[in-house]
């Protein structure tokens, strides 16, 4: 069982409050990396642009 301090369930309502004010397009780029593990180029080909396009 995970136990979590209360600023670690903090740290995460912040992070998902500071995610959700970002564009739709922004929020794609940092879902894919950080929750699906994509690499850089894969979001590029997903997202049809070039790596140095992704700017979240």
């Not at 670690?8 to 990396?33: N, Q, W």
Request: proline share 2%; glycine share 6%.
């Amino acid at each position: 069982m995970i136990d979590e301090t209360e600023d670690s369930i903090i740290f995460k309502i912040d992070i998902g409050k500071a995610i959700d004010k970002l564009k739709i397009e922004d929020k794609t780029i940092i879902m894919l990396k950080y929750f699906e593990d994509f690499t850089i180029t894969q979001i590029s080909e997903v997202l049809a642009c070039t790596v140095g396009g992704l700017t979240p």
